[in-house]
């Protein structure tokens, strides 16, 4: 697990085996996770979304607590994947970081409970799965604008964005700030540490 310039994301670089009959790779493995996120994977819902090339889906992110951590892989096609900070007094409040995720390098990225996430379909059509920690739960859903100007997010020049009206509709960064709608750094920083018992002396 190597660890992004955001607390709280991960990106998993696998092994990949080829040979005559195709390749192989692990795509999740909890001893290397564990060591290098520091807790353990919880497995509440398995999603799997379909998008064509400009898909923007994001940028989402669930209350804290109990928020909703997710651990994402494309399977099929590139996705342009960026985890962004959203939580209040976070030391790297407002930062993005994208990620590459494609069925060649086959890499995977680890989102913690009160970072935003959202991705890019790159290619003709983009197959993404990932596991949650919570289950989908709408009323405690919310979303920051993709192309909120503030934030900067440099998506593809190249592709005209598809998003959904949901997304169209969400609020700035600023605005869901303004509105009390964005978790606080203090309350993820005490949700991360019930996951992790080193952290609580334990």
């Not at 692990?26 to 994977?41: D, I, M, N, Q, V």
Request: glycine share 8%.
């Amino acid at each position: 697990m190597r660890p992004l310039t955001i607390e709280g994301a991960w990106a998993w670089e696998p092994r990949v085996f080829p040979d005559e009959r195709g390749a192989f790779h692990e795509w999740f493995k909890e001893g290397p996770f564990h060591e290098g996120a520091g807790r353990s994977l919880a497995l509440a819902q398995a999603n799997c979304s379909v998008s064509r090339r400009g898909v923007l889906r994001g940028i989402h992110y669930a209350d804290v607590p109990p928020g909703q951590a997710k651990y994402v892989k494309c399977v099929r096609g590139a996705v342009l994947d960026v985890i962004v900070d959203i939580r209040i007094g976070s030391p790297t409040f407002g930062r993005w970081e994208a990620v590459r995720l494609d069925d060649v390098d086959h890499r995977s990225v680890f989102i913690a409970e009160g970072l935003g996430h959202a991705f890019m379909a790159l290619s003709d059509e983009a197959t993404v799965v990932y596991v949650c920690s919570t289950p989908y739960t709408p009323s405690r859903e919310h979303g920051i604008h993709p192309l909120d100007e503030q934030l900067g997010i440099a998506w593809p020049e190249e592709f005209e964005p598809l998003l959904s009206d949901k997304d169209t509709e969400a609020p700035t960064l600023a605005q869901a700030e303004c509105d009390g709608l964005l978790p606080r750094y203090e309350d993820c920083l005490a949700l991360y540490a019930s996951h992790s018992p080193a952290l609580l002396g334990g």
